[in-house]
């Protein structure tokens, strides 16, 4: 049986993941309590059930403390358990809420919104240390489902290499495992026709293919990876994350991006995205 288990904050977009992974043909449970996963996937189990999918978060926050045990206990008896955790950032979270009008599952604490998120965050903090990490602050639902059936897609048994784009003027990745900074290479930003292209455009592929600098920094920042990646495969690791950063997210880090990603997916289990990219794309 594959499971895999949707946590994090409230307004990160869990229920839209949760409904995605239903659409890809998983059976979806949302808000059981930790404690209760093993004597449902029993029943699941005998029900037929090879794909399940289970939200576990603050409504049951009287059982999160239980939920480390029990992923381990699952994974013991055989079972193929993986973690999704999303988050986003603290003004997107305001934002949405502010939009939906919907009160925060903590609201009956007494907590202004704000209050009721930074609380949530810290009650989760244990739990996003437990899987993959997902920050939705830049994402629009169809990238979000699209995003989560790729990861579910993958092959559990493997670390997952996932590389993102970004642009540092509009925050830096909160699920990030290294960050590279590429804001010192050239940038065809002040080149007239190369302004309005992407990383991903000929043109500006072919700018970057004549620029020294640009294929040393590739070549680093690939043999950093290639000497470390073994050591997170031995920590039983199922993903790591690498964001490359430039000013806007659009030329240098896209291209660059697009380079490790090529070249790592020969040999490894490999996701991209270009969070500027799709955010620009929806708007």
């Known amino acids: ?3 895999i288990l949707i946590s994090g ?4 977009g869990k229920s839209v993941a949760l409904r995605s992974l239903e659409d890809a043909g ?9 404690t209760m ?16 999918a289970i939200s576990v978060d603050t409504r049951s926050r009287a059982t999160l403390d239980r939920l480390p045990a029990e992923i381990g206990r699952l994974r013991e008896a055989g079972l193929d358990v993986r973690l999704f955790f999303f988050e986003a950032k603290q003004e997107t979270l305001v934002k949405r809420f502010s939009e939906t009008r919907r009160a925060h599952p903590l609201a009956g604490l007494g907590l202004t919104l704000a209050e009721c998120i930074e609380l949530e965050r ?8 437990l899987g993959l990490r997902v920050d939705t602050s830049d994402m629009a639902a169809n990238n979000l489902r699209q995003w989560v059936r790729q ?14 784009s970004f642009g540092f003027k509009h925050g830096v990745p909160l699920d990030a495992d290294f960050v590279f900074d590429v804001r010192c290479l050239p940038n065809p930003h002040y080149v007239a026709e190369l302004k309005p292209l992407t990383g991903r455009d000929q ?12 294929a040393a920094m590739i070549a680093d920042i690939r043999a950093f990876i290639e000497k470390w990646l073994p050591e997170f495969v031995r920590e039983n690791r199922s993903y790591l994350s690498v964001a490359i950063g430039c000013t806007g997210g659009q030329h240098r880090s896209v291209y660059i991006a697009e380079h490790l990603a090529r070249a790592f997916g020969k040999e490894e289990q490999v996701l991209l995205r270009h969070r500027q990219l799709q955010r620009a794309a929806c708007d």
């Open 1 to 3: 049986m594959q499971l």
């Open 9 to 12: 904050l409230s307004g990160s």
């Open 26 to 34: 998983f059976f979806c449970v949302d808000n059981l309590p930790a």
């Open 37 to 52: 996963l093993a004597d449902a996937l029993t029943i699941y189990q005998a029900d037929g059930y090879q794909k399940v």
């Open 122 to 129: 810290e009650l989760l903090a244990a739990v996003g240390e």
């Open 151 to 164: 990861l579910a897609g993958c092959d559990g048994g493997r670390l997952t290499l996932m590389f993102e």
């Open 203 to 214: 043109p500006v592929i072919d700018f970057f293919a004549h620029e020294a600098q640009v």
